[in-house]
């Protein structure tokens, strides 16, 4: 039995933005007939060139359905160069975690995200480069050594559990492992995972060394209030408590260095 979080099972019983916009801007579709999961992704910019309004409809599980309402609500207020940069573990993390069987729903939704602004700037939609691997889910080789290299896979398990690639007849193992092979000198370890006090002095660290300097040049400030499991709650002060773009702040430049020198999971909110 799988374990979902809360926001999961919230988003899940209680989608947001469901359907599809009028006159959109751009619109992106995904899915495979072979799994089942197909999803429509469609939004539309406003006056100030940000995503005015973003909507979804999806055939899928339970994961497929709440990775897609939360990326909307991600997605409303940001611009297309902000959008484009939301990987398929930002839409992970907003929900607090998915099982890793069901990582591949997350994909699915950076995936729908990228035809949609492809499709808006009049770009071909890419199309599935390299060579099939995995006849069953139609998943190429690219897309594997994609997988591989962005989340630090190691096992066909793990691969799976993102591209469903190798989850069918599993004839495509030998090759799915030969590729991982490939990757065998350049897989770093993980990191031991860090203590709740060891992370805290991490942060608050990086907060004062990396954050505070760049916000005070700008007029404002931020305060760390709490940190509860990989969800740091902070306080935005000075200019920063009111400019429009703080939620950009927030994620742009607080929470990826977070991530960047503390733990990629942890998410950070404003209280």
Request: with cysteine; aromatic share 4%; charged share 30%.
């Amino acid at each position: 039995m799988w374990e979902y979080t809360g926001k999961v099972k919230d988003h899940f019983l209680n989608p947001r933005n469901v359907g599809v916009v009028e006159n959109a801007d751009g619109i992106g579709e995904v899915g495979s007939l072979a799994c089942g999961d197909a999803l429509k992704l469609s939004f539309k910019l406003g006056s100030d060139n940000k995503i005015e309004d973003v909507k979804f409809q999806t055939f899928g599980c339970a994961s497929a359905i709440a990775s897609s309402s939360v990326l909307t609500e991600m997605l409303k207020g940001m611009t297309l160069e902000e959008a484009e940069k939301v990987s398929n573990e930002d839409i992970a993390e907003a929900l607090g975690g998915l099982p890793r069987e069901k990582m591949h729903c997350s994909v699915m939704g950076r995936d729908a995200l990228e035809k949609a602004i492809s499709n808006f700037r009049g770009q071909e939609a890419k199309k599935a480069d390299g060579q099939i691997v995995c006849d069953c889910f139609g998943v190429t080789d690219k897309e594997i050594h994609r997988v591989v290299k962005e989340h630090n896979l190691s096992s066909i398990e793990e691969v799976t559990n993102y591209v469903k690639a190798g989850g069918g007849c599993q004839k495509c193992h030998a090759d799915i492992q030969e590729i991982l092979d490939s990757y065998k000198g350049d897989v770093k370890p993980k990191p031991a995972p860090l203590t709740n006090i060891r992370k805290i002095q991490l942060i608050q660290e990086t907060l004062e060394r990396e954050v505070r300097p760049t916000l005070k040049q700008d007029g404002g400030d931020i305060e760390l209030v709490d940190v509860d499991g990989d969800k740091v709650l902070v306080r935005l002060q000075g200019r920063c408590s009111s400019c429009q773009a703080s939620q950009a702040t927030l994620k742009g430049h607080v929470e990826a260095k977070l991530r960047e020198l503390v733990v990629d999971t942890l998410v950070v909110e404003e209280v």
